[in-house]
């Protein structure tokens, strides 16, 4: 539903600012691809930019995509942001430019949230979820676009339902242009991790939408162009079980209406793995990736970060069990915790091999606002302001001795042979259970086509010829290609490149050792 239709019209341009580069959003990939220039289209923007009076011109910038120009700011009467602690320094950015034109310039979303005081100079602050702060925001916009004389902070006391949720303007965005498709079904986590924000953000009895505004999302995303994959941004997918077993079956009706062109992916706490009525479904939905806070194979670390779920099966065995429906797990792993020891990173090695997940995020353990950590850590003292640390964390051992065990783990973890085992791993053992799939006439349009071929040639140049890593990228592919098996060699590749391209940075020192440090690197550039 949109806010109430009001007499004044004004001109308002979203702006999405540029990711600082990491781990997850896989910029080394976008070079393979036919023009990827972002990851994920931002689900909060969108739905801010829907939920606009209906007679209110919107623009959407992402300057992963372009940067915003002079004659954007021209045109606006106020501008919008809205983005993640890792994106500060760009969000400030971007308020600079939009106050030399001087246009008023409010700021939403999950950084804000959580830091106010990371943006002193933005007129308007937008804390909290789209609720009476939007709608007092939309007023004061209405009656006088101009710069307020000083800060005027909005703090949503009465959240929308998310039934009444509008559907993210994805026409706005280039959603051709994404390297994934993105959606939402729910909100907050009924757990408590010690590091995590989630709850204290969101809250911890998960709000929904209906199952019906998904498929209508979906129809939506499938008219703006999307065909590849979709990820549940939901915090757990399962943090309403009942909820996630209303909603399979409808995606499951969508899925076959449709002709199946969609892959979905999500995030879930392992214990996923207990529930194979849940399972069942996601597989017969066509959910191909979950993706599994692990953090840490140690059972003391998980303890001692109230992660005990994670114990309520055996890890490896957890795994194993979601492999077995056709889905690859993607892990989250934190170092730097207080329990690890002089040898954790040659466990987290060890559990590597071991579980065959290609992908895990390893992240240097960093303190977020608004979590239990960062209060028990500015009890003890323990909390560094200094950007240029890879974390905010006085960790138990020496700092550089943790750094030096992540850029070990990074640089191990990806090698070129042991990663490409790894996916073997998950094709013979993962994909080989995956739903056979009738191919439609939906996935064999010429623009699929010349999708798919023009990724090949730019595999086989980029990777097969020029790639130092060649030899390693053809035993894989020709055993796909035998098998006609080109969306394999075509998805391993691109998530593969990346990984080892990037894991090559940081293990000299060239990235950042957490998805959320706000330590002072380039804004992302996509990689030749
Ligand atoms: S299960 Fe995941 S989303 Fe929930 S509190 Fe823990 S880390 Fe956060």
Redesign the pocket.
């Known amino acids: 539903m949109r806010a109430e239709r009001i007499e004044t019209a004004r001109r308002i341009l979203c702006v999405f600012p540029r990711y600082t580069s990491s781990f997850g959003t896989f910029e080394y990939a976008y070079p393979l691809t036919d023009g990827v220039q972002a990851f994920m289209p931002p689900q909060g923007l969108l739905l801010i930019a829907a939920y606009l009076p209906a007679n209110w011109s919107v623009r959407f910038i992402d300057e992963n995509i372009r940067a915003t120009t002079a004659e954007d700011f021209k045109w606006a009467e106020a501008v919008f942001v809205s983005g993640m602690h890792i994106q500060r320094q760009q969000m400030n950015d971007i308020c600079r430019r939009a106050h030399a034109f001087d246009l008023a310039v409010a700021i939403g979303g999950p950084s804000v949230s959580a830091c106010p005081d990371y943006y002193p100079s933005f007129d308007y602050l937008h804390v909290g979820e789209l609720g009476d702060a939007t709608d007092d925001l939309i007023a004061r916009l209405a009656r006088d676009p101009s710069r307020p004389a000083q800060q005027v902070v909005l703090k949503t006391a009465d959240r929308l339902d998310m039934t009444e949720f509008p559907i993210p303007a994805y026409e706005l965005a280039d959603i051709k242009r994404y390297f994934l498709g993105s959606i939402q079904y729910s909100s907050g986590?009924?757990?408590?991790?010690e590091?995590?924000d989630?709850?204290g953000l969101y809250g911890r009895n998960p709000r929904l939408k209906t199952p019906q505004q998904i498929t209508a999302e979906l129809d939506r995303l499938l008219a703006c162009g999307v065909t590849g994959s979709v990820y549940f941004v939901d915090?757990?997918f399962i943090?309403n079980r009942k909820a996630a077993l209303d909603l399979l079956p409808h995606l499951i009706e969508w899925q076959k209406k449709t002709g199946y062109v969609m892959r979905l992916a999500c995030?879930a706490?392992l214990n996923i793995a207990k529930r194979s009525e849940i399972l069942e479904k996601m597989r017969e939905a066509y959910f191909v990736t979950i993706f599994c806070?692990i953090e840490t194979p140690d059972p003391d670390a998980l303890k001692a970060m109230q992660?005990d779920?994670n114990m309520m099966v055996p890890i490896l065995e957890g795994i194993a069990t979601i492999n077995r429906y056709g889905m690859e797990v993607v892990s989250g792993i934190i170092m730097g915790l207080d329990t690890d020891k002089p040898d954790t990173g040659e466990a987290l090695l060890a559990f590597v091999d071991e579980s065959r997940i290609p992908l895990l995020t390893i992240n240097l353990l960093q303190a977020l606002p608004k979590t239990p950590l960062w209060d028990r850590l500015e009890r003890e003292n323990r909390l560094i302001d200094d950007e240029t640390r890879d974390s905010n964390v006085d960790f138990r051992l020496p700092y550089d001795q943790v750094v030096s065990s992540w850029r070990n783990c990074m640089e191990v973890a990806y090698q070129p042979e042991k990663l490409f085992a790894r996916y073997q791993h998950q094709v013979d053992y993962t994909y080989a259970n995956r739903m056979p799939l009738p191919v439609t006439k939906e996935q064999r349009t010429w623009a699929n086509i010349k999708r798919g071929l023009t990724m090949l040639g730019k595999i086989f140049w980029k990777v097969g010829v020029l790639g130092d890593y060649r030899k390693v990228f053809w035993k894989f592919a020709l055993s796909r290609l035998r098998n006609g098996d080109i969306e394999s060699l075509i998805s391993v590749t691109l998530v593969a490149h990346h990984l080892i391209m990037f894991a090559r940075a940081a293990s000299v020192g060239q990235q950042n050792a957490s998805n959320y440090s706000v330590r002072l690197r380039e804004a992302s550039v996509p990689a030749e």
Do not use: S
């Not at 986590?189 to 991790?193: D, E, K, L, N, R």
């Open positions: 986590c009924p757990y408590q991790c590091f995590c989630i709850p915090d757990n943090g995030e706490t806070g992660k779920h």
